[in-house]
C-alpha cells in the first residue's frame, strides 16, 4: 500500500492522506498536483508533501481521481517557505497554498470556467472529451465543474479541464479580472479638409487677429517638414509656449484634430537596452557600503531620504546579480502605482523583466508562473507586489524591498495575515540570498533591526543632483479661522503660495486624508448623525451621486432633506473629504486644470493610470488626492505640495499612528521639487506645535525615532514586545462577549498579565458581526514559540464549546 500527503487549499490544519498505487507513488513527486475527492461530491486540487507507505490509523483512505502534471509546479523551497508562513502566523498551509497559487492551478468544484476569446481552435487537437466541453461551452457561457461533470458523465473531469487550460481554450473565471488596456498617448494633426495650398493659406489670414493660434498652427508645419511621426500634442504646446486653451481652440473650431495612439507601457519595445548611469559620489559611496555589509550580513537597510536616487544602486546590485545568472525579486508595496518604476528598470534590463501581480489576468500570472520555474531569462527580475513572494524561483540572488515601511505589504484579510517584508527575509534565508529593504522613512521595526546589528544600516542623506529638500512650513489653521484667513478649507497663506506657483507653470499636489465630500453629516438641532444599519460607523456623504454610504459594507442611501431623527432640516456637513475640496477648488480657481485621486475616482488600474499620465504630461495643474499620492512617485513640475489638515491623521487610535503620520507627511512632502528648484510645502494644522510635525518640518527622523522608541519600550509595544491578535465575530453581542471573556481567562492562565481584553475594536460592528479583540504581548525574553502553541491549545479547547460553535476567531501574528 502507498499513500500520499497532500494539502488541500482549505483552512483545516490537519493532514490529509490519500491512496495511490505503485506507479502513482513512483511518479509523485513533492510539489506536484493532484486532483482528489473531498466529502461527499467535492473535487479539490491538492499538492502533493510526501509519499510513503504508512496507513494512516483511524480512517479509510480514498484514492486520487488524477496526476495533473509531469513535473513538480512548486519546488521545494516553496514547500518550506510555505511551511514557516503557515507556522509562524498561525494558518493552514492550505490557507497559504490558495493564497499563493494562481486559480489556474487549483480547480476545484466551485470553479467556473469559460471559453477563452480570440483563441483560433484547431479541432482536430482535441481529445473526445475536449471537444464535447467546448462545444458546450459555445451554447452556454460559463460552465460549473457540476456541469462538465453531467456533460462527460463521469465524476473524474479536473484533468479534461486542465488539458483545455493548458491549451488556452478554457479560461477560469475570475470576479477580479482585469485586462491590461495600454496608456495611449495624444497627438495632433491639422484636420484634412484644410488640406489645399489655398485653403491653409485662407486658414492663416483667418487667424491673423488670434496670433497664439496662429503660432501653433506655424510651429505644426514646422514640425512636419522636420519629422514624418505624429506630432505629439505636449510638444507642440510646449514648442509653441501656448497654454492647453489655446490648442482646445483649435480643436473646437475644427482646425485641428487630436487622435490616441497606444503606447505599450508594459510590453517591452525592441530598443537596445540604456546604459545605466554614473552613479555619484553618495551613491558609489552607498553601493560600496552595501556590497561590504552583503559579506557578513544578509539584510541591509538602505535609508536614503526622498529623490537621493535609491532606484539607480538596487539598478546596479540587480546587474551584478544577473551577470552572476540569479534570478532578482524585486517587491513594491502596490503594483499599479509603479509604472514609472517597471518603464525604468525595463529600459535598463529589457524582456528580462517579468511583472506579477494579482491585477494581472491568470494566464499572464501562470506564464510569469512558468518562466520563473524554468528560470527563464525572460523572467529573471520580477516586480511585484506582496504575492511575487510565492513564486517558483529556483536560485534567487537578491530581493529588494521597496518603500518596506509601507502598510500595504501586510495582508490584514483572509489568512495568512502575513508581513511580505519580513517573510521575504525567510525567503531570502533559505535561498541564501541577500535582501535589500530601501525607505525613506524606515519603519520603526526595520531601523530597530539596523540599529541592533542584526540588519547593515547605509544611509543617503542627500537628494540626487543635491536637489535641497523641500521647505516645509506648518500653518496654524485655529489662528487662520479666529482671524478669519481661511476661504473654506484654504488659508491666505496656502492661497498666495499656490497662486505664485502656478504663475511660474508649475503643478501642485494637495493632500487630503479622506475620500469623499465630507465624512459625516450631522443634524445641529439634535446633534445626531446618520450611522450604517450594519456597521457601527457614521455614513459619508458624497456629493457627486447624493449619498450616504459606508465605507466598510458599501450600504448607501440617498442623502435625505430632513434629519431623520428629529424632522429638522438643519442638517450640516462636518469634517470634510477630496471630493469637497476639489469643488472649492473649481471655484478659487476658475482658469485651471484640476484633478482629484481617491480610491472614487481610481476604480480599475487604468482610471490611476491616466492620472499619473496627465500629471506627467503636464495636462493637470492642481490635483488633490488621498495617501495614493504619497507613494514613490517621481514627477518633475511640482513647485507646491499642501496638506490640508494633517490632524486627522495624528489622531488616529493605533500605537504607530505617530510613526505613521510622519512617514505618510515625509513622502507626501517628497513630491515636492524634485528637479532644480526647491520645492515648497504647506502643512494645515490646528496643532502646530505637535512634536511629530515639528519633526516632520525640520525633516528629523532620527529624533521622531529616538522619541517614538521610547513610547514603545515604554507602554510595550513592538518592537520590544510582539503582539497576537486574536478577533472574535459573531451576529450575538452577548456571545462574543462571552466568548472572548472565556479565551482571555484561559490565557491569563499561563500569560498572566499580557493579556489585553477583551475589548472592542474602534469600529465595534461590520456588516452586522460584532467584535471583540483580545491582545497578547510578548516580551522579547519569552518564547514566541511556546506562546503561540499555547495559544493554539486553548484555541483547541475553544473550539469544542458547543456554546461558541458560531463564533468565528481570526489569530493575526504582528498585526501591524
Ligand atoms: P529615490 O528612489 O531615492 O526617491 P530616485 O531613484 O527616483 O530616488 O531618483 C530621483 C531622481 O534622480 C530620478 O529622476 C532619477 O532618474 C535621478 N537620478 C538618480 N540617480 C541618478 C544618476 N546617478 N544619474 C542621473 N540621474 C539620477
Ligand atoms: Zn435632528
Ligand atoms: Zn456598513
Redesign the pocket.
Known sequence: MYFIDVILPIPLKQNFTYSVNKDEAGFLKPGMRVAVPFGKSKIYTAIVLRVHDVAPVGYQTKSIDHILEHSPVINTVQLLHWKWMASYYMCSLGEVVKAALPSAFLLESETIVKLSQNKEIEESSLSDEEFLVYEALQHQSSLHINGVRAILNKKNVVAVLQGLINKGIVLVEETVYEQYTPKLKRYIKLSSEFDSEEKLRHLLDSLERAPKQRKVLLNLFTLRSQTKKPIDALALQKKSNASTSVLKALIDKGILTEYFIKKDRVQYTESDPLET????EG?TQALKEISELFKTKDVVLLH?????????IYVRLIEEMLAAGKQVLYMLPEIALTTQLIG?LQKYFGERVGVYHSKYSVNERVEVWHNVLASKEKCQIIIGARSSLFLPFQNLGLIVV?EEHEPSFKQYSPAPRYNARDSAVVLANLHEAKLLM?S?TPSLESFHNAKLGKYGLVQ?KK???NVLMPEIELVDIREKTKKKQMTGHFSDRLLLEMNEVLKEGEQIILFQNRRGYSPVVECTTCGISPQCPNCDVTLTYHQSKNQLRCHYCGYHMAMMQNCMACGSPTLDTKGFGTEQIETELKALFPKQRIARMDQDTTRGKNAYLQLIDALENEEIDILVGTQMLAK?L?FRNIGLVGVMNADNLLHFPDFRAHERSFQLLQQVA?RAG?TQKRGKVLIQTYNPHHQILKQVSVNDYAAMAKEQMEERYQYKYPPFYRIIRIEFKDKNLGRVQNASAWFGQALEGKLSGNVLGPEPPSIGRIRNKFIYNLMVKIPKTQSLKATKQYVSSVERSFNSIKEFATVRINIDVDPY
Not at 536614503?304 to 539607480?312: A, F, I, L, M, R
Open positions: 548611469k554614473t552613479l555619484n551613491q536614503g531620504v526622498t529623490s537621493s536616487g535609491k532606484t539607480e525604468r521597496d530601501g525613506a543617503l537628494r540626487f543632483g514613490g517621481d517628497g524634485r
